[in-house]
């Protein structure tokens, strides 16, 4: 009977540290790699002019909601661009607008909105969709935030994510209110919709559709900005 072949341990160990140190060296160049793309795209960034601004953000309007697609007692308030010209927008983006929602019951109802951020590539507003907060909410007030599950509603987004917290007032128990947000990337868009969630206001479900809407809104969005050159690029 033939001996068993045989591999030394010696052997084995030192094959593992040699992959080990190739695949180190291998994520070390690409990082460095990585950070010096990023450091020449900061350094060569220049802010968009306000005629640029303008002409991206002429048609953003329509990739928001209307009225006629909020549940009853909504409707469509402003859209207005998302920050003052004069102002940097996040992630340096060529244009951005928001557009806020309101309830025919003010006493009750805490309003919606809906923001929209255009990049010059898809790696801007990839890169702008990790480092874009949901939103800026005082954890004193809304301790928790639960992971809200999209799956099923089939989103056509490049990337999504959504979470709900409750409302804890500093006086009194909370009343089951509820503000639920969502983000996600179409391509060189980043869409972020924001809206209270409580019997006053509109229910989970309707939060859900709403996102399904924009969903279809932004698809058209991206198709219809495709072609179009800015004078930056």
């Known amino acids: 009977m033939e001996p068993k072949a045989t591999f030394p341990l010696y052997t084995l160990r030192r094959a593992v540290k040699q992959t080990c140190l190739i695949v180190a060296l291998f994520c070390g160049l690409l990082a460095v790699g990585s950070l010096c793309f990023v450091t020449w795209q900061i350094s060569t960034w220049?802010?968009?002019?306000?005629?640029?601004?303008?002409?991206?953000e002429a048609d953003m309007p329509k990739c928001s909601l209307n009225s006629s697609e909020l549940p009853d007692g909504w409707y469509r308030l402003w859209a207005d661009s998302f920050v003052p010209y004069e102002k940097v927008l996040p992630g340096r983006a060529l244009g951005g607008i928001s557009t806020g929602f309101a309830h025919d019951n003010t006493n009750a109802a805490r309003p919606a909105s809906h923001s929209i951020l255009f990049y010059r590539t898809n790696f801007h507003a990839?890169?702008?969709y990790r480092m874009h907060r949901l939103g800026i909410y005082n954890s004193r007030f809304y301790p928790t935030w639960e992971p809200l599950d999209l799956t099923q509603t089939n989103l056509s987004a490049d990337e999504y994510h959504a979470a709900c917290s409750e409302f804890?007032?500093?006086?009194g128990p909370g009343q089951g209110d509820y503000t639920c947000r969502s983000k996600a990337r179409y391509g060189q868009f980043v869409s972020r919709f924001d809206t209270a969630v409580s019997s006053r206001d509109m229910s989970v479900e309707e939060m859900i559709q709403l996102v399904q809407a924009l969903d279809k809104h932004m698809l058209a969005c991206v198709d219809s900005y495709a072609n179009k050159t800015w004078e930056e690029e």
């Open 46 to 56: 220049r802010a968009p002019s306000i005629q640029t601004r303008k002409q991206v």
């Open 126 to 128: 990839a890169f702008a």
């Open 168 to 171: 804890m007032p500093d006086i």
